[in-house]
């Protein structure tokens, strides 16, 4: 009986070890549709490799590629390729895969600028890009190309640009209107080209409205805008690791909010509409300033996990006992001791470490302490904030500078809080200065964060002038004897 045998290709496959060229021989059969070839330490692929006709994912991440190989390139039903973690700084060229991709991954390699054709020539399949770590992306980025490269929109839905240096380029991302998820950020504090956005919406993101998924932690934010609201479909936030001081009222607007990271910023309070999000599941503000819940925090009645690790809370509403996951450790009150309540925390610590227990010791520090450490143009800021939130409330101090008896009888007096002495980020005296000028109050001094004196004091003990001697009528030649 004759039986049909599949046909079987061997494949050469060219990489270096140690130097050395090293050649692999694959052999694949015809109905073969997914192919790793990752971590094989290869620099390139034989053009005349004959890859499975129906090949549709291929993985030749952590290699050595400096550009795709023409192999690949010609591959015309190609869904899923991983090119991440390899060298490719161009990849401009339109590939035969161009209307059946759905997922390209070129994270952590060293593109010059973004591909060319996922702009151009409009891949209607690809929903998934990663272009993360890559923090030479926006080198090209200027003149009429920037300008032409914004007017593209894309059907993209999945978008992660993580550490690629977003800063004057940010606008790039309004050119992702359809985008669902959009990653911008992350926990890793190693990124020194990490992307920044002083505040949040910007130009660019506020052009995707219909995101539901948004991390854009560790990206130097400080201010959240009032436009905040747009994201009318987000259902999972994290905006961790910035310099967030307060939520505006609008950020309460966000409905359909299940999962809110807040932790790692200098929150002091939360606005007391912050109840109005109905849908909260998940809220981890760990590591904040927080002295305070709002009033019927019990009405989140889906919130389950509260992360409220290292705050200055001196009490809590005895309904946030109740919920499945918990975390009260380091703040100004005694941390329950019961077995539920130690069976919740450990629950939330599941997938973090280094936390300490029990009650944070509250120091008391006298006026000059708190101030030894503060320059005058913290002060200042400091300074018009009280005038801005309490424009009519006379000044109460006694001529020795300590307060008066009279603020004792005021409600704001006895409201718990602590101050955690914290110089604030360069980019809130930016904020400052942009207020200013709107408002038509801004003085071209302000402008300097260093004080002219010092400055000049400081050129002086840099730069001191020279001493030069210098032969002229005025030189005296003579002697004490004479």
Same mark, same amino acid.
């Given at each position: ?37 990752? &971590?094989?330490?290869?620099? @390139? /692929? ?8 129906? =090949?549709?994912? $291929? #993985? *030749? !991440? &952590?290699?050595?590629?400096? @550009? /795709? ?8 039903? =190609?869904?899923? $390729? #991983? *090119? !991440? ?18 997922? $390209? #991954? *070129? ?21 998934? *890009? ?353």
């Amino acid at each position: 009986m004759d039986v049909d045998l599949e046909k079987q290709k061997n494949v050469k496959i060219n990489g270096t070890t140690n130097g050395m060229v090293k050649t692999i021989t694959v052999s694949w059969s015809k109905n073969v549709t997914s192919i790793d070839l990752r &971590n094989k330490n290869l620099s @390139e /692929l034989n053009d005349k490799i004959d890859f499975p006709p129906k =090949l549709m994912e $291929l #993985n *030749l !991440s &952590n290699n050595k590629f400096l @550009e /795709l190989p023409a192999s690949v390139r010609c591959l015309r039903h =190609l869904k899923v $390729l #991983n *090119l !991440s973690f390899n060298n490719i700084e161009y990849f401009d060229d339109v590939p035969d895969f161009l209307h059946t991709i759905e997922e $390209l #991954n *070129l994270a952590n390699n060293k593109l010059a600028g973004p591909p060319y054709w996922v702009w151009f020539e409009f891949p209607n399949q690809l929903k998934e *890009l990663n272009l993360s770590y890559n923090i030479n992306l926006t080198s090209v980025l200027r003149g009429d190309y920037f300008e032409q490269l914004l007017q593209c929109n894309t059907s993209i839905t999945v978008v992660k640009m993580t550490n690629c240096s977003l800063r004057t380029h940010r606008a790039l991302l309004q050119t992702f209107p359809k985008a669902k998820q959009m990653e911008i950020g992350t926990d890793d504090f190693s990124c020194l080209m990490s992307n920044k956005f002083d505040q949040i919406p910007f130009q660019g993101l506020d052009n995707c409205r219909d995101i539901e998924r948004l991390n854009a932690s560790n990206t130097h934010i400080y201010n959240i805008d009032k436009s905040i609201e747009v994201f009318k479909d987000i259902v999972e936030i994290n905006l961790s690791q910035n310099h967030i001081r307060s939520l505006p009222n609008e950020f309460c607007n966000l409905t359909n909010l299940k999962i809110c990271i807040l932790s790692s910023n200098c929150i002091l309070i939360l606005p007391d509409t912050f109840v109005t999000m109905k849908r909260l599941v998940c809220l981890r503000i760990d590591c904040n300033e927080l002295c305070t819940l709002p009033d019927n925090f019990s009405a989140l009645e889906n919130l389950k996990i509260l992360d409220l690790y290292d705050n200055a809370l001196y009490e809590i509403p005895e309904s946030v006992l109740s919920l499945q996951e918990l975390d009260l450790a380091l703040n100004y009150m005694d941390e329950p001791n019961s077995d539920d309540y130690l069976e919740k925390k450990g629950k939330l610590r599941l997938n973090t470490t280094e936390r300490g227990n029990g009650k944070k010791v509250e120091v008391e520090r006298s006026e000059s302490e708190q101030s030894i450490n503060t320059t005058d143009d913290e002060e200042l800021l400091n300074y018009l904030k009280i005038e801005e939130t309490e424009p009519t409330r006379p000044s109460q101090n006694d001529d020795d500078g300590n307060m008066s008896s009279e603020d004792w009888d005021s409600d704001e007096y006895w409201v718990p809080h602590y101050i955690k002495p914290r110089p604030p980020p360069q980019m809130q005296w930016i904020h400052f200065v942009k207020r200013k000028m709107q408002e038509g109050n801004f003085c071209p001094m302000d402008l300097h964060i260093v004080s002219i004196s010092e400055q000049v004091k400081y050129e002086k003990l840099t730069n001191p002038t020279p001493f030069i001697e210098v032969e002229g009528q005025f030189d005296d030649y003579s002697s004490d004897e004479s």
